[in-house]
């Protein structure tokens, strides 16, 4: 099928839109990496599993570069914490060789007692006022409790802990535990804080693993005034979950008291210096967080900001409530991937079946925000409003600070039913399979598309492009039949192709590297084969592509530092192949990664000058890779495009805009 262009007009827009009123309820793969910190089983996993192939061309002297070195890791990491006891693993800082006895500075003297816990950081011990002060309460307390860290341990290797800092700035926050000294003594960095009692976890074990309406909408409301307070200090906590939510100590006037501990991996939500909101970025190789609790975005590397908190929360409320989340029981390397995967795909309504409606309205709210949307701490507080007798003046956990913030609510939920009915729900809708289509701005030029097509008459319409002066710009396959664009903008000075059974044929591609030709676009089908195109005409000097079963961003991240851009890529099943080259003319490059369309990052990424150069999709996610050019000249304006069927009627459409297709993959999107 050929369509000539005509007419030129420069429209200035950027737009998204889904054929489909896109609502979404995803499946996953390649979330978090199972790696880095944490009690219990999954202490000290690495990623893998990632690294079929890569083959490389090199100018001058040939070779074959493998392997994906040299990332950085986050500060702190962890990973699921099993809702069980930590297992005893001795490692640095083995409370052999713990001082007896700890003075920091002027404290009074404490000595040693009984362990109260231990994290993939810390060791927390009673510590016991044996001189010094005279009171009974905060530093002169009776006991108080001593957190150790090692001075050669993972989270000290400059310096104090991390979390040092954070207590710094949010000593005397709401809900969170005075820290009274701090300090170094035989070799550990010591902490001297309030002594808490036994952790949400603890309790909710010892009342045969579950917990009332009551007690959760009150351990709901508190939390949810507790996070706000630290918000509003501009941190989120980042790791929330009901090992981390202590009462005050049992017998005492607190012990119905909510606190919140473990700030390692807490991090700013609001620039400290100006107060504004932080950028929103994506490394889907960095996992923050504990598997189990953790928000999607944490598991696909956003940067954490509100929203991250109040989701995690809500999986801790259903867990307390309800005993179980339905992705317990993942194991092994895919762990992070399937555990996401299972987030995304089970809605708030099945997640929340068995749960008083309150919960799944908490958790549609939160699942829906945005990067820095202001979370509506009051409206949140009055979903629980019904569980709670805010009159009575007794609870199973004190409410005093939901009580506080309950005082704003009048006005808050009036402003908030206005602007719900605005807000798109980004994650709700079916899992869909769709063709995404991507269209760039430019002068006038001619542009053909090819779809259904069977393998035998690819080479036919290959060879009319030819001779009517296009060449092919891009390729996507769907059911096994391919589609394939040809124009006449590309540049290239020739061009040849195979399609082969083998996914991304190595022996090939090497061939043509030979006669100087460069991959240019790749599509693979269900069935494994793929169709590469080479050609000649790119300002690339130097290539190479990699297949792998996970997205394989570490190596993608690798290769950006060697001065690589990601210049086409596809998927073929759940094996994606992605081609880097040098010399793309590329500044930046950043991927979006999700178990659906990323609209919100995609816009968030326009905004900032990027434009999108690549797409791919599996069954189960998207990835988009979005590029910054080198040369800053004139703004290119692009839209997208989600259909069922291939896009034929609405590209001419475009076209009528001097809108060209520029990527299309057929793959996950919600519907
Ligand atoms: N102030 C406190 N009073 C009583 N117990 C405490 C206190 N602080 C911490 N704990 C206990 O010690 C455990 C470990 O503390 P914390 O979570 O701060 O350590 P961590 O090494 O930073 O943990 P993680 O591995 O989760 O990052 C907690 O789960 C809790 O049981």
């Known amino acids: 099928m050929q369509v000539l262009r005509g007419g030129i007009r420069q429209s200035k827009r950027i737009n998204d839109n889904p054929e489909s009123s896109a609502s979404l309820v995803p499946t996953a793969r390649n979330a978090a990496p199972n790696r880095g910190r944490g009690r219990g089983r999954g202490r000290g996993r690495g990623r893998g599993g990632m690294n079929p192939e890569e083959n490389q061309k090199l100018v001058g002297p040939s070779a074959c570069g493998r392997g994906c070195n ?27 060789s713990l001082p007896e006895r700890v003075q920091l500075g002027n404290s009074p003297v404490y000595k040693l007692d009984r362990k109260l816990g231990k994290g993939g950081f810390g060791q927390v011990f009673v510590g016991r006022r044996i001189s010094g002060g005279t009171g009974c309460s905060g530093p002169d307390a009776f006991e108080v409790a001593l957190k150790f860290e090692h001075q050669n341990g993972k989270g000290c290797s400059s310096g104090p802990p991390y979390e040092w800092q954070v207590y710094s700035t949010l000593n005397g926050c709401y809900g969170l535990p005075l ?8 070799g550990y960095y010591i ?75 807490a991090s700013r939500w609001k620039e400290a210096a100006s107060a504004r909101h932080v950028d929103y970025d994506q490394k889907p190789d960095v996992f923050r967080g504990t598997v189990r609790y953790a928000s999607v975005h944490a598991h696909l590397g956003r940067t954490g900001s509100r929203r991250d908190d109040l989701e995690s929360l809500a999986y801790t409320l259903i867990f307390l ?60 507080i009055s979903l629980f409003h019904n569980s709670i007798d805010f009159n009575s003046s007794i ?101 040849v192709y195979e399609l082969s059974p083998i996914f991304l044929h190595k022996e090939w591609i090497m061939e043509q590297w030979e006669k100087n030709y460069y991959i240019t676009s790749v599509a693979g089908a269900c069935n494994g084969s793929a169709l590469v195109i080479m050609s000649k005409g790119t300002p690339y000097t130097q290539q190479s592509y990699k297949v792998t079963d996970v997205f394989p961003f570490k190596w993608i991240n690798k290769k950006w530092k060697e001065g690589f851009s990601v210049t086409s890529m596809t998927a073929a099943g759940n094996k994606w192949g992605i081609v880097m080259s040098r010399n793309a003319g590329y500044r930046l490059q950043v991927v979006e990664l999700d178990f659906l369309y990323p609209s919100e990052g995609i816009h968030r990424r326009w905004e900032k000058g990027f434009r999108i150069t690549s797409a791919a999709a599996t069954e189960d996610q998207a990835a988009f890779i979005l590029s910054a050019p080198k040369r800053k000249s004139q703004d290119v304006m692009q839209e997208t495009l989600r259909t069922s069927a291939f896009p034929s009627t609405q590209v001419k459409d475009k076209w009528l805009k001097n809108l060209y297709i520029s990527s299309i993959c057929y793959g996950r999107t919600v519907s």
């Open 70 to 96: 040299g990332i950085n890791l986050p500060v702190r990491q962890v990973v699921e914490n099993s809702a069980e006891k930590p297992v005893a693993v001795k490692e640095e800082g083995s409370t052999s």
């Open 179 to 186: 820290v009274h000294y701090k300090g170094q003594l035989g």
């Open 191 to 265: 902490l001297v804080m309030d002594m808490l009692g036994p952790s949400l976890w603890d309790v909710w074990n010892s009342n045969n693993q579950m917990l009332t309406e009551e007690m959760v909408a009150c351990i709901a409301v508190e939390a949810i005034s507790i996070l706000e307070q630290l918000h509003l200090k501009g941190f989120v906590h980042g790791d929330v979950k009901p090992e981390n939510f202590l009462l005050g100590q049992p017998g005492t006037s607190k012990e119905k008291t909510l606190y919140l501990v473990d700030l390692g991996l």
């Open 321 to 380: 409530l309800r005993g179980k989340l339905p992705w317990q029981g993942y194991i092994g390397e895919n762990k992070g991937f399937l555990v996401c995967k299972k987030k995304m795909g089970t809605s708030p309504a099945a997640l929340c079946s068995l749960c008083p409606p309150p919960f799944q309205q908490f958790l549609e709210i939160v699942t829906n925000m945005k990067f820095d949307e202001e979370p509506n701490y009051s409206k949140l």
């Open 395 to 495: 609870h199973p956990i004190q409410i005093d600070g939901a009580i506080k913030v309950g005082q704003k609510r009048e006005r808050s939920l009036t402003e908030l039913e206005d602007g719900e009915q605005l807000k798109k729900k980004v994650r709700l809708g079916s899992p869909a399979s769709q063709w995404i289509s991507i269209y760039n701005s430019r002068t006038l030029m001619k542009q053909r598309y090819h779809f259904n097509v069977i393998d035998s008459r690819l080479n036919q319409h290959v060879e009319k492009g030819k001779e009517d002066g296009l060449y092919v710009s891009c390729v996507a396959s769907s059911s096994n039949l391919w589609a394939i664009v040809m124009d006449a903008g590309t540049g290239f000075t020739s061009q």
